[in-house]
């Protein structure tokens, strides 16, 4: 059965710090999979969602870059980068975790999305091998957006 996890600064209590008026803004998160009390401690599978970053209302997404290392045993592994709403707003299904490397926000569009409430940036698995499951490996998330209003 697929499962949340969160990032040490997506975890539940950490509360959005809105930097009204500060222009360029950015947020960083990181989630270990095989460390628990860093996150993980876990054996990803399809349908597992990892809530990354948190965003503030009002926040306008202009970039972001998803690093993975090599998590991946086969070349089954897909992950999207989206919201609860839209799981691949702004990656859909990459491959990177494959053999790992970096991805940048990539669906047309999804460039100046706003946000109007609260919310977590998240990676989606889309795809994962039953054979070998997703058990090590480092995922890094960096978001930059504007806080103009």
């Known amino acids: 059965m697929a499962s949340t996890y969160y990032s040490p600064d997506c975890r539940p209590g950490n509360n959005v710090v809105p930097r009204a008026g500060l222009g360029l803004c950015s947020v960083s998160g990181a989630f270990n999979i095989a460390t628990a009390g860093e996150g993980g401690g876990t054996t990803l599978i399809i349908n597992d969602v990892i809530q990354m970053v948190?965003?503030?209302?009002?926040?306008?997404?202009?970039?972001?870059?998803l690093d993975s290392?090599?998590?991946?045993?086969?070349?089954?592994?897909?992950?999207?980068?989206?919201?609860?709403?839209?799981?691949?707003?702004?990656?859909?299904?990459?491959?990177?975790?494959?053999?790992?490397?970096?991805?940048?926000?990539?669906?047309?569009?999804?460039?100046?999305?706003?946000?109007?409430?609260?919310?977590?940036?998240?990676?989606?698995?889309?795809?994962?091998?039953?054979?070998?499951?997703?058990?090590?490996?480092?995922?890094?998330?960096?978001?930059f957006y504007s806080m103009d209003a």
Do not use: M
């Not at 859909?92 to 990539?106: C, W």
């Not at 669906?107 to 058990?135: E, L, P, R, W």
């Open 54 to 65: 948190k965003i503030p209302k009002g926040a306008t997404i202009l970039d972001l870059i």
């Open 69 to 143: 290392a090599d998590i991946d045993a086969s070349t089954t592994l897909t992950l999207s980068v989206g919201d609860g709403t839209t799981p691949g707003r702004f990656i859909l299904e990459s491959t990177v975790g494959q053999a790992g490397g970096i991805v940048r926000l990539s669906v047309t569009g999804s460039t100046q999305y706003a946000y109007t409430a609260d919310d977590t940036i998240d990676v989606k698995v889309i795809a994962a091998a039953t054979s070998t499951a997703v058990t090590a490996g480092i995922l890094k998330l960096t978001v």
